[in-house]
């Protein structure tokens, strides 16, 4: 088993990637939420106006966490 440093900084990466993905394509995240809602809890999922904005506010705290969650393993 990955020592507990290891586990830390690949799910650091993954918040970073994460982040990065919000950040680029809030759009394409949104209408695959759409998508999700639609076929598999059958109800309709309609954003709001500033919906996108939101994802990248996401995006930009996921990369910031997974910076700060990879930077406090070199400790």
Do not use: C
Not at 13 to 29: F, N, Q
Not at 49 to 56: D, F, G, L, S
Request: hydrophobic share 50%; proline share 5%.
């Amino acid at each position: 088993m990955p020592s507990y440093r290891t586990l830390v900084r690949r799910l650091s990466v993954l918040g970073v990637l994460a982040g990065v993905v919000h950040l680029l394509v809030p759009s394409r995240l949104l209408a695959t939420a759409r998508w999700g809602y639609d076929r598999v809890l059958a109800v309709e999922f309609a954003p709001r106006p500033n919906a996108a904005r939101r994802v990248r506010l996401i995006g930009l705290l996921m990369l910031v966490a997974g910076v700060l969650g990879y930077r406090a393993t070199d400790r």
